[in-house]
């Protein structure tokens, strides 16, 4: 019974440590990869969890090994010791160079991803992005999208900017929906995030997008798939299908709040629908434009009395 907890630790470490290295096998692993910059975002985690790895192996190992190396013996007396600065010294400034560097390397990556200025030098230089804004609250999300005639006036260039810069203002013909996104593969899109109430956060694991809503801010973000995971059956669009339209559950893409926001936090998700084509997602839309279109509502109404 001498080494009982260092087996024991030594079994539970590296029982951990397999089921990490098993995982991507066993569907445990990070969801599917399907956005432009998901492989950057992919390298980064690989490249730290290749360092928490390692050091994760060598400092337990050596924990384990101590464990039964000195393990206590009736009569035996532990040695005191007032420790070692220079190993001190390396244990602090090893890790500190280790966080530097990986500081350094992921500054690209997030400068592509997050900086409003480079996205708005994007939209200047004339890409093209579809805009929609994302309103939070407890507890769900509101999807407010540009009407197909207001996405149609983007093609004058001037007006997509201003758009933009203006954070695409109000207009009584755009589409209002609940909890679910919608795009088109290959189509940059920048959401407008905001917050009517506590904060919240987009999080999409499908892309690698995640952005908090902050309380009286609006947060651009901007994410281009580059897989569909839809499928037209007459007005209806399915999702959970891959592109050679066969159900897989891997193309069932998730919009979930990772920002504790209340009693129904876990209820607050929707879904992330990709359409193979713009054509596709204007069929969409201009199928919401009767059920959500503010306008089309009161058009509705008139026409009943």
């Known amino acids: 019974m001498r080494h009982f907890w260092a ?55 050596i924990l384990v090994y101590n464990m039964m190396k000195f ?31 990986l500081a350094v390397y992921q500054i690209s990556a997030w400068a592509d991803i997050k900086y409003p200025t480079r996205l708005a030098d994007k939209i200047q230089a004339g890409e093209d992005y579809l805009l929609m804004e994302v309103g939070t609250r407890q507890w769900d999300f509101r999807v407010r999208y540009p009407s197909p005639d207001r996405i149609a006036r983007w093609s004058d ?15 009584r013909e755009d589409v ?22 506590v904060g919240h956060s987009f999080f999409v694991p ?7 809503a902050l309380p009286g801010r609006t947060i651009p973000l901007w994410f281009q798939a580059t897989e569909s995971n839809t499928r037209r059956s007459g007005d209806r669009w399915d999702i959970g299908y891959n592109e050679a ?46 059920d959500f279109s503010p306008t089309a509502r009161a058009g509705g109404d008139a026409a009943a009395q």
């Not at 393990?71 to 005191?80: D, L």
């Not at 260039?157 to 207009?171: C, G, H, I, M, Y």
């Not at 499908?206 to 908090?212: A, E, F, N």
């Not at 998730?254 to 629908?273: A, E, I, N, P, W």
């Open 71 to 101: 393990a206590g013996e009736p009569g035996k007396k532990a040695q005191f010791t007032h420790g070692n600065h220079k190993l001190e010294m390396l244990w602090t400034v090893v890790p500190a160079v280790i966080l530097l560097l």
């Open 245 to 290: 339209g066969q159900a897989d559950p891997t193309f069932d893409w998730d919009l979930v709040c990772t920002q504790y926001c209340g009693s129904r936090h876990s209820l607050m998700r929707g879904k992330f629908y990709v359409h193979s084509t713009k054509d596709d997602f204007l069929d969409w839309l201009k199928t919401q434009v009767t």
């Open 157 to 171: 260039k001037e007006v997509a900017k201003k758009d933009f810069t203006e954070r695409l203002p109000p207009q």
């Open 7 to 61: 087996i024991l630790f030594g079994v539970v470490l590296a029982g951990a440590f397999v089921l990490t290295a098993v995982s991507p096998w066993m569907n445990w692993w990070i969801p599917r990869s399907a956005s432009s910059y998901s492989g950057d975002i992919d390298r980064l985690f690989y490249v730290i969890l290749a360092v928490i790895g390692f050091f994760y192996v060598l400092t337990e190992s």
């Open 176 to 197: 209002t929906i609940p909890s679910d996104v919608h795009s088109w593969k290959g189509q940059k899109v920048v959401v407008f995030l905001k917050t009517r109430d």
């Open 206 to 212: 499908t892309l690698r997008v995640k952005q908090d």
